[in-house]
């Protein structure tokens, strides 16, 4: 749950950007709806960019 709660930030954060993580404009249609999420860049949770979540026990504890 936390893995979602951070890339959806970080996806809002980025959006029509190239740092975005899943832009059918930058990464093509079949990436962005299908792919991204079993990328191994994007298995991490960066749990620095979401520290109000982080804090919560119940959610960080993976």
Same mark, same amino acid.
């Given at each position: ?10 996806? #809002? ?13 930058? %990464? ?13 860049? #994007? ?12 804090? %919560?026990?119940?959610?960080?504890? %993976?």
């Amino acid at each position: 749950m936390i893995w979602w709660a951070e890339t959806h930030r970080r996806h #809002h954060r980025n959006a029509d950007t190239s740092r975005h993580l899943h832009s059918p404009h930058y %990464q093509g249609l079949f990436y962005s709806h299908y792919l991204w999420f079993l990328d191994r860049r #994007h298995r991490v949770t960066h749990l620095e960019a979401i520290p109000d979540l982080a804090r %919560q026990a119940e959610l960080a504890a %993976q």
